[in-house]
């Protein structure tokens, strides 16, 4: 016979589990102090020779880690391109992977073959090419679920923010840009950036704004604030620091370029990671 | 499924077959109410609140689109989202939710409580659907000592002919609709 108390005890048991960190939780704070050891080691190996090795190892094996759970992410969702939710983290893991390979084949300039800025290089078409699958996957989110439950007040604070960031990308970036005479692929690359990254912008702030403050915003805010925000600010910087032949290792500003594009690719894995463990 | 604890519906479900449990996706919208988030598993997903149909919305759809083709689905019941967001809202995630369903050629269930919602909704629903079941209960005031009286019957059918007439449903026959 089963007493009151064991089904009582059975219950609040069930109810009530020991708790443990999760595993969510351990990887995210995982994160968070592995970029800030990473930051630190940037900053100090700077002057010396270990920096060129650390910094590409670095970066390629962080925008691996982000492709790997993206990998996961489509795995699970069966690789089905008829199936448009399954299509949208097809595109994440496209851009994902082409941007890890643009990371990996600047490594392969930069460690095999001595060539300490190979900009523009093969890397950059890789680069370039994954900005239209991010833009396809932000787009089909926002389609399928920020759409339909936008309201009015939404919508125009989305027009509002792409308005302003328009007029400012032609103010801050597009003429200076133009104003400098280099050589046309240099050119071609250095408008390429800003205009793929203006283009993430404008579906990643509409996806943030209709999502903020729900829990599909959390991975959004990660990978919103790692393509619009981080990345946006690494490649002015860069391209700033190229043309101005300022791009030189061992100086802060080239550090902090680097390490922006590794803070991108951080919060990219964690958007990816909490998509990946929350549904 | 947003009315009952994710221990009850488990333990109800697994009763019945233990190999159900390796298809078996729960998505918990019910445990937020209590505060509690009850252990993380693959088979249960949580929904921290039910004030947000595009974290709804998302949460279905990624549940369906892992099951794969022809999977059930059953949400049980709609009439509990009601209670959070306004019947404009509740129609447009439901739209939602029968697009992904029909996407993904599954079949799914979907409850709604008879009598408190709007006449106007009912219609929305009635229009959006592939096919209407009703259930009634009948009492008799006069006669304490009666069972009560389940019926069903096929309000509306749309890929074939279909008899509208109330059928009984009693708890000791089986019924397949």
Same mark, same amino acid.
């Given at each position: 016979?089963?007493?009151?108390?064991?089904?009582?005890?059975?219950?609040?048991l069930s109810?009530?589990?020991i =708790?443990?960190?999760?595993?969510?939780k351990?990887?995210?704070v995982g994160?968070f102090i #592995?970029?800030i050891l990473?930051?630190i080691?940037?900053?100090v190996?700077q002057?010396?020779?270990?920096?060129?090795?650390l910094s590409?190892i670095?970066?390629?094996?962080?925008?691996?880690?982000?492709?790997?759970?993206?990998?996961?992410?489509?795995?699970k969702?069966?690789?089905?391109?008829?199936?448009?939710?399954?299509?949208?983290?097809?595109?994440f893991?496209?851009?994902?992977?082409?941007?890890?390979?643009?990371?990996?084949?600047?490594?392969? @300039?930069?460690l095999?073959?001595?060539?300490e800025?190979? @900009?523009?290089?093969?890397?950059?078409?890789?680069?370039?090419?994954?900005?239209?699958?991010?833009?396809?996957? #932000?787009?089909?989110?926002?389609?399928?679920?920020?759409?339909?439950?936008a309201?009015k007040?939404?919508?125009v604070?989305?027009?509002?923010?792409?308005?302003?960031?328009?007029?400012?990308?032609k103010?801050?970036?597009? @003429?200076?840009?133009?104003?400098?005479e280099d050589?046309?692929?240099?050119?071609?690359?250095?408008?390429a950036?800003?205009i793929?990254d203006?283009?993430?912008?404008?579906?990643a702030?509409?996806?943030?704004?209709?999502?903020?403050?729900? =829990?599909?915003?959390?991975? #959004?805010?990660?990978l919103?604030?790692s393509?619009?925000?981080?990345?946006?600010?690494?490649d002015?910087?860069?391209s700033?620091?190229?043309?101005?032949?300022?791009?030189?290792?061992?100086? @802060?500003?080239?550090?902090?370029?680097?390490?922006?594009f590794?803070?991108?690719?951080?919060a990219?894995?964690?958007?990816?990671?909490?998509h990946?463990?929350?549904? | 499924?947003l009315?009952?604890?994710?221990q &009850?519906? *488990?333990?109800?479900?697994?009763?019945?077959?233990?190999k159900?449990?390796?298809?078996?996706?729960?998505?918990d /919208?019910?445990s937020? *109410?209590s505060?509690e988030? /009850?252990?993380?598993? %693959?088979?249960?997903?949580f929904?921290?609140?039910?004030?947000?149909p595009? %974290?709804?919305? &998302?949460?279905v759809?990624?549940?369906?689109?892992?099951?794969?083709?022809?999977?059930l689905? &059953?949400?049980d019941s709609?009439?509990?989202?009601?209670?959070?967001?306004?019947?404009?809202?509740?129609?447009?995630l *439901?739209n939602?939710? &029968?697009?992904?369903?029909?996407?993904n050629?599954?079949? /799914?269930?979907?409850v709604?409580?008879?009598g408190?919602?709007?006449?106007?909704?009912?219609?929305?629903v009635r229009?959006?659907?592939?096919?209407?079941?009703?259930?009634?209960?009948?009492? %008799?005031?006069?006669?304490?000592?009666q069972? *009560?009286?389940r019926?069903?019957?096929?309000?509306?059918?749309r890929y074939g002919?279909?008899?509208?007439?109330?059928y009984?449903?009693?708890q000791s026959?089986?019924?397949?609709?």
């Amino acid at each position: 016979m089963v007493s009151f108390n064991s089904i009582k005890d059975d219950y609040c048991l069930s109810l009530n589990p020991i =708790k443990l960190p999760s595993q969510k939780k351990v990887v995210i704070v995982g994160t968070f102090i #592995f970029a800030i050891l990473v930051s630190i080691l940037y900053f100090v190996l700077q002057p010396t020779n270990s920096y060129l090795v650390l910094s590409n190892i670095v970066v390629v094996a962080i925008s691996g880690c982000a492709t790997l759970a993206a990998y996961l992410i489509i795995r699970k969702y069966r690789w089905n391109i008829h199936n448009s939710f399954s299509k949208c983290w097809l595109f994440f893991f496209l851009g994902a992977l082409f941007w890890s390979l643009g990371e990996l084949s600047w490594a392969i @300039y930069v460690l095999g073959f001595g060539i300490e800025v190979p @900009y523009p290089s093969i890397g950059d078409v890789f680069w370039l090419i994954g900005y239209a699958p991010f833009f396809m996957a #932000f787009l089909g989110y926002f389609r399928m679920f920020g759409l339909p439950f936008a309201s009015k007040k939404k919508l125009v604070v989305i027009g509002g923010i792409m308005f302003l960031s328009s007029i400012m990308m032609k103010q801050f970036l597009l @003429y200076p840009i133009l104003a400098l005479e280099d050589e046309p692929l240099v050119m071609l690359f250095n408008l390429a950036y800003p205009i793929g990254d203006f283009l993430l912008i404008a579906v990643a702030i509409g996806s943030l704004v209709v999502f903020f403050g729900q =829990k599909i915003g959390k991975p #959004f805010i990660y990978l919103a604030s790692s393509v619009f925000i981080i990345n946006a600010i690494a490649d002015t910087l860069f391209s700033f620091l190229t043309t101005t032949g300022e791009y030189i290792y061992g100086s @802060y500003l080239t550090t902090l370029n680097d390490l922006l594009f590794v803070w991108g690719y951080f919060a990219l894995f964690l958007g990816f990671y909490i998509h990946l463990k929350e549904f | 499924m947003l009315d009952r604890p994710v221990q &009850v519906v *488990l333990k109800k479900i697994l009763n019945r077959n233990e190999k159900a449990r390796r298809r078996l996706k729960i998505i918990d /919208g019910y445990s937020w *109410l209590s505060g509690e988030k /009850g252990l993380e598993s %693959d088979e249960v997903i949580f929904i921290e609140n039910l004030n947000s149909p595009p %974290d709804i919305s &998302v949460t279905v759809s990624s549940t369906i689109c892992q099951m794969g083709e022809k999977a059930l689905f &059953v949400l049980d019941s709609f009439s509990n989202i009601l209670n959070y967001v306004n019947e404009n809202l509740a129609i447009r995630l *439901l739209n939602t939710i &029968v697009a992904r369903l029909r996407e993904n050629n599954c079949w /799914g269930f979907i409850v709604f409580e008879e009598g408190i919602h709007s006449e106007q909704f009912y219609n929305k629903v009635r229009h959006l659907m592939d096919c209407i079941v009703e259930f009634k209960i009948k009492t %008799d005031e006069m006669d304490i000592n009666q069972p *009560l009286k389940r019926s069903f019957r096929v309000f509306a059918y749309r890929y074939g002919e279909y008899e509208a007439r109330w059928y009984p449903l009693t708890q000791s026959k089986m019924i397949i609709v």
